[in-house]
């Protein structure tokens, strides 16, 4: 999972304009909140992918990442719930042929996350996992 979120904060990273029109998609938030939210999440998406890899923090990152991600799952369900058109900005924006975006797919992908997250937080990997 750490490599999911390092990958997700990665593609974010320097294309704060295509996030916040992401964002925007979702038809939740205003204008401004959607600028603050596309300079905020691609960082903690990568300081919570890095926590992850190295082990640090670990039950805890977990929580923070698996609430994350029930949010997002809530956005999604409720843009496919509203009947709009988006792209969910999950991975970073690729040109597509394809408008929009396959939400039962992208729901049951972040289910399996949200269970390798939870697996996680109830026995997250002890041998190089640093605890404070």
């Known amino acids: 999972m750490g490599y999911v979120w390092l990958s997700a904060g990665m593609s974010k990273l ?7 029109q992401n964002i925007q ?11 603050f939210l596309a300079h905020l999440i691609g960082p ?7 926590l992850l890899i190295l082990g640090i923090f670990l039950r805890g990152s977990s929580k923070v990442a698996f609430a994350v991600l029930v949010l997002f799952m809530v ?3 409720q843009a496919w719930i509203r009947g709009l058109d988006i792209d969910c900005g999950c991975f970073g924006s690729e040109p597509s042929d394809v408008p929009g975006m396959d939400y039962a797919w992208t729901l049951a992908r972040d ?3 949200l269970f390798l997250t939870g697996w996680t937080i109830w026995r ?3 041998k190089f996992a640093v605890y404070v």
Do not use: C, M
Not at 14 to 20: A, D, E, G, K, M
Not at 44 to 49: H, K, R, S, T, W
């Open 111 to 113: 289910t399996f996350f």
């Open 75 to 77: 956005g999604i369900s």
């Open 25 to 35: 998609g979702y038809q939740i938030f205003t204008p401004e909140w959607s600028d």
């Open 124 to 126: 997250p990997f002890r």
């Open 44 to 50: 903690l998406e990568v300081a919570g992918g890095v």
């Open 14 to 20: 320097n294309h704060q304009l295509t996030v916040s």
